[in-house]
T-cell receptor
Framework: QQQVKQSPQSLIVQKGGISIINCAYENTAFDYFPWYQQFPGKGPALLIAIRPDVSEKKEGRFTISFNKSAKQFSLHIMDSQPGDSATYFCAARGTSGTYKYIFGTGTRLKVLA | EAGVTQFPSHSVIEKGQTVTLRCDPISGHDNLYWYRRVMGKEIKFLLHFVKESKQDESGMPNNRFLAERTGGTYSTLKVQPAELEDSGVYFC???????????????FGPGTRLTVL
C-alpha cells in the first residue's frame, strides 16, 4: 500500500524551462520530506528537503513547495539544464520509531538541449 | 570521506540459488538501511539497523531474506532460496544517529542489481 504518490512518471522539458514534479501523501504522521536525485548507475543522492512547518524552501534552482492541508508537495527546477536529466524521488519520513523513508515511484526527467 | 559502498554491483543467479549482498556504510554511521526497487516502482524499505541491532524489519518480504550487521559495521543481506520476484536493485543507506527529532541525511550506495532467472 503506497503512501506517497508521485507524478508524472516521466517528463521532458526544454533547456531553460521549468520542471515540476508533484507528490501527495496520505499519512499525516510524516515529519520530513526529502527529494532525491539519481543518475544512471549511481545511488539516490539528497537534493533538497523540507519540514512540514515550512511552506517553501529554495536552494539555487531547486524549490520545494509544501501544502500541509492538501498533503501535497512539489519540486520545481527552474532554468532546467541537460545535466538535470535524472530520476527524481520524493520521500516522506514517519514520526514514530524508525527513521525509514517512504518513497514515491520516481520521475524520469529529460531536459533537451 | 568514502561513501556507502555495495558489493557486488550486479548479480545474476538461477531461481533457487543463494545470493549475499554486502553493504559498507560510511564510517561512524550507526544507522544502516536496506531498500529495494523493483523495476519502475517505488524504492521500498526493507529494514533498519541501529549499530548491530535490528530496529525495524517490517519491510522484509519473507523469511527467505536474512540481514545481519556484525559488530555494527558492514551489513549483509542474504536471499535463500532466491525467487524470480526478488529481482530488483537493492540499495543500502546509512546515516548518523542524533535522535528522532533530527532528520539526518540518509546516504545511499550505488545499489546491487539482482537478476533471478
Amino acid at each position: 500500500q503506497q503512501q506517497v504518490k508521485q507524478s508524472p512518471q516521466s517528463l521532458i522539458v526544454q533547456k531553460g524551462g521549468i520542471s515540476i514534479i508533484n507528490c501527495a501523501y496520505e499519512n499525516t504522521a510524516f515529519d520530513y520530506f526529502p527529494w532525491y536525485q539519481q543518475f544512471p548507475g549511481k545511488g539516490p543522492a539528497l537534493l533538497i528537503a523540507i519540514r512540514p512547518d515550512v511552506s517553501e524552501k529554495k536552494e539555487g534552482r531547486f524549490t520545494i513547495s509544501f501544502n500541509k492541508s492538501a498533503k501535497q508537495f512539489s519540486l520545481h527546477i527552474m532554468d532546467s539544464q541537460p545535466g538535470d536529466s535524472a530520476t527524481y524521488f520524493c520521500a516522506a519520513r514517519g514520526t514514530s520509531g524508525t527513521y525509514k523513508y517512504i518513497f514515491g515511484t520516481g520521475t524520469r526527467l529529460k531536459v533537451l538541449a | 570521506e568514502a561513501g556507502v559502498t555495495q558489493f557486488p554491483s550486479h548479480s545474476v543467479i538461477e531461481k533457487g540459488q543463494t545470493v549475499t549482498l554486502r553493504c559498507d556504510p560510511i564510517s561512524g554511521h550507526d544507522n544502516l538501511y536496506w531498500y529495494r526497487r523493483v523495476m519502475g516502482k517505488e524504492i521500498k524499505f526493507l529494514l533498519h539497523f541501529v549499530k548491530e541491532s535490528k530496529q525495524d524489519e517490517s519491510g522484509m518480504p519473507n523469511n527467505r531474506f536474512l540481514a545481519e550487521r556484525t559488530g555494527g559495521t558492514y551489513s549483509t543481506l542474504k536471499v535463500q532460496p532466491a525467487e524470480l520476484e526478488d529481482s530488483g536493485v537493492y540499495f543500502c543507506a546509512s546515516s548518523v544517529d542524533r535522535g528522532p527529532s533530527v532528520a539526518d541525511t540518509q546516504y545511499f550506495g550505488p545499489g546491487t542489481r539482482l537478476t533471478v532467472l
